[in-house]
């Protein structure tokens, strides 16, 4: 496997209100068995696909008062 995916590229603002996005992986299903979270010193983060099977990958912002409701994105991703 080994398979490397960008979840957020270097010096990209996360949401629209300037929040730091946090990825986790569930570990439901075994996720992190399958798949590992990475933070080069660049700046990204990456997810390397380790092993067959499902991990699923979630993205979570806080709210900011006024302006921007809590952010929540969830990515499910398959090794072959």
Aim: glycine letters at 12%; hydrophobic letters at 30%.
């Amino acid at each position: 496997m080994g398979r490397v995916l960008v979840l957020e590229s270097p010096g990209q603002v996360d949401t629209n209100a300037g929040q730091n996005i946090r990825w986790r992986i569930l570990k439901r299903d075994q996720g992190r068995k399958h798949c590992k979270s990475l933070y080069p010193n660049n700046g990204s983060v990456t997810l390397r696909i380790r092993s067959k099977g499902e991990c699923t990958v979630v993205g979570t912002a806080p709210a900011v008062a006024g302006e921007w409701q809590k952010f929540r994105t969830v990515r499910k991703y398959r090794g072959r």
